[in-house]
Protein backbone atom coordinates (compact mmCIF):
# COMPACT_ATOMS: atom_id res chain seq x y z
CA UNK A 1 0.00 0.00 0.00
CA UNK A 2 1.50 3.30 -1.07
CA UNK A 3 1.31 6.67 0.85
CA UNK A 4 -1.04 7.69 -2.15
CA UNK A 5 -3.48 5.07 -1.58
CA UNK A 6 -3.74 5.86 2.02
CA UNK A 7 -4.06 9.37 1.28
CA UNK A 8 -6.55 8.34 -1.11
CA UNK A 9 -8.61 6.22 1.08
CA UNK A 10 -8.30 9.12 3.64
CA UNK A 11 -10.14 11.75 1.35
CA UNK A 12 -12.79 9.24 0.25
CA UNK A 13 -14.15 8.39 3.58
CA UNK A 14 -14.78 12.49 3.49
CA UNK A 15 -15.94 13.25 0.39
CA UNK A 16 -19.11 14.28 -1.55
CA UNK A 17 -20.53 15.66 1.65
CA UNK A 18 -20.90 12.22 3.33
CA UNK A 19 -20.08 10.90 6.23
CA UNK A 20 -19.32 7.49 8.34
CA UNK A 21 -21.61 5.94 10.24
CA UNK A 22 -20.58 4.22 13.52
CA UNK A 23 -21.72 0.73 14.03
CA UNK A 24 -19.12 -0.76 16.38
CA UNK A 25 -20.59 -1.17 19.87
CA UNK A 26 -19.01 -3.34 21.80
CA UNK A 27 -21.17 -6.73 22.93
CA UNK A 28 -21.36 -4.63 26.40
CA UNK A 29 -22.18 -1.45 24.95
CA UNK A 30 -24.81 -2.89 22.22
CA UNK A 31 -26.46 -5.31 24.62
CA UNK A 32 -26.91 -2.29 27.09
CA UNK A 33 -28.33 -0.97 24.37
CA UNK A 34 -30.81 -2.93 23.34
CA UNK A 35 -31.69 -3.96 26.98
CA UNK A 36 -33.04 -0.33 27.33
CA UNK A 37 -35.61 -0.91 24.12
CA UNK A 38 -36.17 -4.23 25.00
CA UNK A 39 -34.16 -6.32 22.38
CA UNK A 40 -33.32 -9.62 23.21
CA UNK A 41 -29.21 -9.49 24.19
CA UNK A 42 -27.56 -12.48 21.78
CA UNK A 43 -25.43 -13.15 19.13
CA UNK A 44 -28.08 -13.66 16.28
CA UNK A 45 -30.05 -9.78 17.53
CA UNK A 46 -26.90 -8.06 17.49
CA UNK A 47 -26.07 -10.12 13.79
CA UNK A 48 -29.93 -9.11 12.61
CA UNK A 49 -29.49 -5.35 13.99
CA UNK A 50 -26.20 -4.90 11.68
CA UNK A 51 -28.23 -6.40 8.97
CA UNK A 52 -30.86 -4.18 8.88
CA UNK A 53 -28.01 -1.28 9.03
CA UNK A 54 -26.03 -2.40 5.96
CA UNK A 55 -29.17 -3.26 4.01
CA UNK A 56 -30.79 -0.14 4.39
CA UNK A 57 -31.57 0.78 0.89
CA UNK A 58 -29.76 4.20 -0.17
CA UNK A 59 -27.19 4.21 2.60
CA UNK A 60 -24.24 5.07 0.28
CA UNK A 61 -26.11 8.15 -0.57
CA UNK A 62 -24.85 9.59 3.00
CA UNK A 63 -22.58 7.25 4.48
CA UNK A 64 -19.00 6.92 2.91
CA UNK A 65 -17.78 4.55 5.20
CA UNK A 66 -19.35 1.97 7.94
CA UNK A 67 -17.08 1.02 11.23
CA UNK A 68 -17.58 -2.62 12.26
CA UNK A 69 -16.32 -4.31 15.20
CA UNK A 70 -14.78 -7.59 15.59
CA UNK A 71 -17.80 -9.52 16.05
CA UNK A 72 -19.74 -8.15 13.45
CA UNK A 73 -16.58 -7.78 10.22
CA UNK A 74 -16.81 -11.77 10.63
CA UNK A 75 -20.49 -12.49 10.20
CA UNK A 76 -22.97 -12.48 7.36
CA UNK A 77 -26.88 -11.82 6.00
CA UNK A 78 -29.08 -14.47 6.59
CA UNK A 79 -28.50 -15.40 2.85
CA UNK A 80 -25.07 -16.15 3.05
CA UNK A 81 -23.10 -12.85 1.50
CA UNK A 82 -20.48 -11.87 4.04
CA UNK A 83 -21.24 -8.71 5.28
CA UNK A 84 -17.92 -6.99 4.07
CA UNK A 85 -18.95 -7.98 0.24
CA UNK A 86 -22.55 -6.50 1.20
CA UNK A 87 -20.99 -3.12 2.33
CA UNK A 88 -18.70 -3.23 -0.24
CA UNK A 89 -21.53 -3.71 -3.28
CA UNK A 90 -23.67 -0.98 -1.07
CA UNK A 91 -20.59 1.68 -2.70
CA UNK A 92 -19.65 1.99 1.38
CA UNK A 93 -16.02 1.28 2.40
CA UNK A 94 -15.41 -1.01 5.52
CA UNK A 95 -13.70 0.25 8.68
CA UNK A 96 -13.46 -1.43 12.32
CA UNK A 97 -12.83 -0.59 15.66
CA UNK A 98 -9.44 -2.08 17.14
CA UNK A 99 -9.32 -0.81 20.47
CA UNK A 100 -9.54 -2.90 23.34
CA UNK A 101 -11.75 -1.01 25.21
CA UNK A 102 -11.01 1.77 28.34
CA UNK A 103 -9.75 0.22 31.88
CA UNK A 104 -9.24 2.66 35.06
CA UNK A 105 -5.67 4.12 35.42
CA UNK A 106 -3.14 3.46 37.55
CA UNK A 107 -2.50 6.48 40.08
CA UNK A 108 -5.00 8.61 38.13
CA UNK A 109 -8.29 7.84 40.13
CA UNK A 110 -11.52 9.07 37.60
CA UNK A 111 -9.37 8.47 34.63
CA UNK A 112 -9.25 5.85 31.80
CA UNK A 113 -6.53 4.65 29.52
CA UNK A 114 -7.95 2.52 26.32
CA UNK A 115 -6.13 -0.62 25.79
CA UNK A 116 -5.05 -2.91 22.69
CA UNK A 117 -1.74 -1.54 21.42
CA UNK A 118 -0.39 -5.52 22.36
CA UNK A 119 -0.40 -7.67 19.10
CA UNK A 120 -2.23 -4.75 17.20
CA UNK A 121 0.21 -5.43 14.19
CA UNK A 122 -1.20 -8.69 13.70
CA UNK A 123 -4.97 -8.07 14.43
CA UNK A 124 -4.67 -5.16 11.80
CA UNK A 125 -2.79 -7.17 9.28
CA UNK A 126 -5.99 -10.02 9.61
CA UNK A 127 -8.35 -6.87 9.30
CA UNK A 128 -6.87 -5.46 6.05
CA UNK A 129 -6.98 -9.57 4.63
CA UNK A 130 -10.90 -9.63 5.73
CA UNK A 131 -11.24 -6.06 3.98
CA UNK A 132 -11.17 -2.99 6.75
CA UNK A 133 -9.88 0.04 4.88
CA UNK A 134 -9.79 2.11 7.78
CA UNK A 135 -10.05 1.43 11.62
CA UNK A 136 -11.07 3.23 15.02
CA UNK A 137 -9.09 3.79 18.30
CA UNK A 138 -11.22 6.00 21.16
CA UNK A 139 -9.42 7.38 24.12
CA UNK A 140 -11.57 8.97 26.25
CA UNK A 141 -10.97 12.03 28.43
CA UNK A 142 -13.53 12.76 31.90
CA UNK A 143 -13.72 16.28 32.79
CA UNK A 144 -13.81 17.18 36.76
CA UNK A 145 -12.54 19.68 39.14
CA UNK A 146 -8.60 18.34 38.97
CA UNK A 147 -9.25 16.52 35.92
CA UNK A 148 -8.23 15.30 32.96
CA UNK A 149 -4.75 15.05 34.27
CA UNK A 150 -1.46 15.92 32.31
CA UNK A 151 -0.40 11.84 32.83
CA UNK A 152 -4.37 11.39 31.21
CA UNK A 153 -4.06 13.47 28.24
CA UNK A 154 -0.34 12.24 27.45
CA UNK A 155 -1.16 8.63 28.31
CA UNK A 156 -4.21 8.56 25.35
CA UNK A 157 -2.52 10.47 23.15
CA UNK A 158 0.59 8.49 22.78
CA UNK A 159 -1.31 5.02 22.46
CA UNK A 160 -3.92 6.86 19.83
CA UNK A 161 -0.28 7.74 17.66
CA UNK A 162 1.42 4.41 18.28
CA UNK A 163 -2.18 2.95 16.93
CA UNK A 164 -2.19 5.28 14.13
CA UNK A 165 1.34 4.79 12.99
CA UNK A 166 0.56 0.72 12.79
CA UNK A 167 -2.08 1.44 10.92
CA UNK A 168 -0.38 3.02 8.08
CA UNK A 169 1.74 0.57 8.30
CA UNK A 170 -1.08 -1.87 7.59
CA UNK A 171 -2.10 0.34 5.08
CA UNK A 172 -4.95 1.34 6.76
CA UNK A 173 -6.55 4.81 7.42
CA UNK A 174 -6.28 5.61 11.67
CA UNK A 175 -9.53 7.33 12.73
CA UNK A 176 -8.29 9.00 15.83
CA UNK A 177 -10.60 9.74 18.45
CA UNK A 178 -9.99 11.36 21.23
CA UNK A 179 -13.33 11.82 23.24
CA UNK A 180 -14.30 14.88 25.77
CA UNK A 181 -16.75 13.77 27.44
CA UNK A 182 -20.36 15.35 27.91
CA UNK A 183 -20.65 13.89 31.68
CA UNK A 184 -20.57 16.91 34.32
CA UNK A 185 -20.97 20.11 34.78
CA UNK A 186 -18.44 21.89 33.36
CA UNK A 187 -19.00 24.81 31.23
CA UNK A 188 -18.32 25.40 27.23
CA UNK A 189 -15.41 27.20 27.96
CA UNK A 190 -13.92 24.50 30.04
CA UNK A 191 -14.78 21.87 27.49
CA UNK A 192 -12.79 24.31 24.56
CA UNK A 193 -9.84 24.75 27.10
CA UNK A 194 -9.79 20.53 27.76
CA UNK A 195 -10.50 19.92 24.02
CA UNK A 196 -7.70 22.48 22.59
CA UNK A 197 -4.88 20.95 24.84
CA UNK A 198 -6.08 17.22 24.30
CA UNK A 199 -5.78 18.11 20.63
CA UNK A 200 -2.97 19.60 21.26
CA UNK A 201 -0.96 16.88 22.89
CA UNK A 202 -2.52 14.25 20.32
CA UNK A 203 -1.19 15.58 17.45
CA UNK A 204 2.34 16.28 18.88
CA UNK A 205 2.68 12.69 19.69
CA UNK A 206 1.05 11.74 16.12
CA UNK A 207 4.33 14.27 14.59
CA UNK A 208 6.56 12.30 17.03
CA UNK A 209 5.44 9.15 15.83
CA UNK A 210 5.44 10.07 12.25
CA UNK A 211 1.98 9.60 11.26
CA UNK A 212 1.29 10.67 8.00
CA UNK A 213 -1.75 13.42 8.75
CA UNK A 214 -2.91 13.46 4.81
CA UNK A 215 -3.84 9.87 6.04
CA UNK A 216 -5.57 10.13 8.75
CA UNK A 217 -8.97 10.95 9.50
CA UNK A 218 -9.86 12.70 13.72
CA UNK A 219 -13.18 12.31 15.38
CA UNK A 220 -13.35 14.48 17.95
CA UNK A 221 -16.09 15.64 20.07
CA UNK A 222 -17.96 18.99 19.50
CA UNK A 223 -17.11 21.66 22.02
CA UNK A 224 -20.40 21.40 24.50
CA UNK A 225 -20.52 22.01 28.07
CA UNK A 226 -21.57 19.51 30.35
CA UNK A 227 -25.11 17.95 30.43
CA UNK A 228 -25.53 19.07 33.79
CA UNK A 229 -23.99 22.18 33.49
CA UNK A 230 -27.02 24.89 33.76
CA UNK A 231 -26.33 27.39 30.95
CA UNK A 232 -26.66 25.36 27.81
CA UNK A 233 -25.95 27.27 24.10
CA UNK A 234 -27.43 27.76 21.02
CA UNK A 235 -26.90 26.27 18.29
CA UNK A 236 -24.35 28.87 16.87
CA UNK A 237 -22.28 29.10 20.22
CA UNK A 238 -21.40 25.69 20.30
CA UNK A 239 -20.47 26.25 16.23
CA UNK A 240 -18.40 28.68 16.91
CA UNK A 241 -16.55 27.29 20.28
CA UNK A 242 -15.86 23.97 18.02
CA UNK A 243 -14.64 25.27 15.22
CA UNK A 244 -12.58 28.61 17.05
CA UNK A 245 -11.22 24.98 18.88
CA UNK A 246 -10.23 22.72 15.84
CA UNK A 247 -8.73 25.75 14.17
CA UNK A 248 -6.27 26.68 16.86
CA UNK A 249 -5.30 22.82 16.86
CA UNK A 250 -5.68 20.90 14.43
CA UNK A 251 -3.19 21.19 11.06
CA UNK A 252 -4.96 21.83 7.55
CA UNK A 253 -2.62 18.62 6.47
CA UNK A 254 -5.98 16.62 8.13
CA UNK A 255 -8.19 15.80 5.25
CA UNK A 256 -10.97 15.66 7.46
CA UNK A 257 -13.02 15.91 10.79
CA UNK A 258 -15.81 13.33 11.60
CA UNK A 259 -17.51 14.58 14.60
CA UNK A 260 -18.66 11.59 17.42
CA UNK A 261 -21.87 12.58 18.50
CA UNK A 262 -21.14 11.57 22.39
CA UNK A 263 -24.86 10.84 23.28
CA UNK A 264 -26.48 14.55 21.46
CA UNK A 265 -29.41 13.65 20.03
CA UNK A 266 -29.65 13.49 16.59
CA UNK A 267 -31.54 16.38 15.55
CA UNK A 268 -29.02 18.43 18.04
CA UNK A 269 -25.96 16.85 16.52
CA UNK A 270 -27.37 17.44 13.01
CA UNK A 271 -27.67 20.99 13.61
CA UNK A 272 -24.81 21.80 15.39
CA UNK A 273 -22.75 20.30 12.27
CA UNK A 274 -25.17 22.42 10.32
CA UNK A 275 -24.21 25.45 12.08
CA UNK A 276 -19.99 25.11 11.41
CA UNK A 277 -20.60 24.84 7.93
CA UNK A 278 -22.98 27.35 7.35
CA UNK A 279 -20.71 29.47 9.15
CA UNK A 280 -17.55 28.39 8.31
CA UNK A 281 -17.54 25.88 5.23
CA UNK A 282 -15.67 28.45 3.04
CA UNK A 283 -12.74 29.03 4.75
CA UNK A 284 -11.76 25.73 6.85
CA UNK A 285 -8.66 23.60 5.50
CA UNK A 286 -10.29 20.28 6.40
CA UNK A 287 -14.03 19.08 5.67
CA UNK A 288 -16.24 19.02 8.61
CA UNK A 289 -18.18 15.66 8.45
CA UNK A 290 -19.47 12.95 10.83
CA UNK A 291 -18.69 9.69 11.97
CA UNK A 292 -21.95 9.73 14.29
CA UNK A 293 -23.38 6.08 15.66
CA UNK A 294 -26.03 7.20 18.33
CA UNK A 295 -26.98 10.13 16.15
CA UNK A 296 -27.96 8.46 13.69
CA UNK A 297 -28.67 4.81 14.66
CA UNK A 298 -31.34 5.60 17.90
CA UNK A 299 -34.59 6.03 16.03
CA UNK A 300 -33.90 3.39 13.90
CA UNK A 301 -33.03 0.74 17.31
CA UNK A 302 -36.06 2.10 19.45
CA UNK A 303 -38.38 1.16 16.07
CA UNK A 304 -36.80 -2.08 15.58
CA UNK A 305 -37.25 -3.56 18.80
CA UNK A 306 -36.11 -6.80 17.70
CA UNK A 307 -38.84 -7.48 15.49
CA UNK A 308 -38.83 -8.43 11.28
CA UNK A 309 -41.95 -6.57 10.35
CA UNK A 310 -40.33 -3.42 11.73
CA UNK A 311 -37.10 -3.58 9.87
CA UNK A 312 -38.58 -1.70 6.67
CA UNK A 313 -39.55 1.49 9.16
CA UNK A 314 -36.43 1.48 11.33
CA UNK A 315 -34.28 1.46 8.04
CA UNK A 316 -36.14 4.62 6.94
CA UNK A 317 -35.80 6.36 9.95
CA UNK A 318 -32.11 5.16 9.80
CA UNK A 319 -31.81 6.64 6.42
CA UNK A 320 -33.14 10.04 7.03
CA UNK A 321 -30.81 10.45 10.24
CA UNK A 322 -27.99 9.60 7.86
CA UNK A 323 -29.59 11.72 5.04
CA UNK A 324 -30.03 14.75 7.86
CA UNK A 325 -26.28 14.68 8.37
CA UNK A 326 -25.16 15.25 4.72
CA UNK A 327 -27.57 18.10 4.70
CA UNK A 328 -25.98 19.34 7.57
CA UNK A 329 -22.26 19.12 5.58
CA UNK A 330 -23.67 20.71 2.58
CA UNK A 331 -25.24 23.78 5.56
CA UNK A 332 -28.70 22.91 4.00
CA UNK A 333 -29.92 20.68 6.91
CA UNK A 334 -33.61 22.21 8.34
CA UNK A 335 -35.60 21.59 11.53
CA UNK A 336 -38.52 20.92 8.76
CA UNK A 337 -36.99 18.25 7.36
CA UNK A 338 -37.92 16.24 10.74
CA UNK A 339 -41.04 16.40 10.32
CA UNK A 340 -41.74 14.22 7.53
CA UNK A 341 -39.81 10.83 6.96
CA UNK A 342 -39.40 11.46 3.18
CA UNK A 343 -36.75 9.20 1.76
CA UNK A 344 -37.04 5.51 0.88
CA UNK A 345 -39.82 3.91 -0.76
P1 LIG B 1 -21.49 8.25 19.26
O1 LIG B 1 -21.73 9.02 17.98
O2 LIG B 1 -22.71 7.53 19.76
O3 LIG B 1 -20.79 9.07 20.29
O4 LIG B 1 -20.50 7.08 18.89
C1 LIG B 1 -19.40 7.36 18.12
C2 LIG B 1 -18.35 6.40 18.39
O5 LIG B 1 -17.84 5.78 17.49
C3 LIG B 1 -17.92 6.21 19.78
O6 LIG B 1 -16.69 5.60 19.79
Redesign the pocket.
Known amino acids: MSTQELIDIARTMVADDKGLL ?1 M ?1 ESNPTCNKRFASAGIPQTVEYRRAYRELIITTPGLGESINGV ?1 LYDETIREKKKDGTPFVKAINEAGIIPGI ?1 VDAGTNEMAGHPGEKITEGLDGLRDRLREYGQMGARFA ?1 W ?1 AVIAVGDDIPSRGCVEANGHALARYAALCQEAGIVPVV ?1 P ?1 VLMDGEHTLDRCREVTEDVLRTVFSQLHTQRVLLEGMIL ?1 PNMVLPGLACPKQPGVDEVADATVQCLLRAVPAAVPGIAF ?4 QSGEL ?1 SARLNAMNVRFKSRLPWALAF ?6 QQPALEIWRGEQGNVFAAQKALYHRASCNRAARRGEYDAAMESGLEGIQ
Open positions: ADIKKREEKLSGGASFARAI
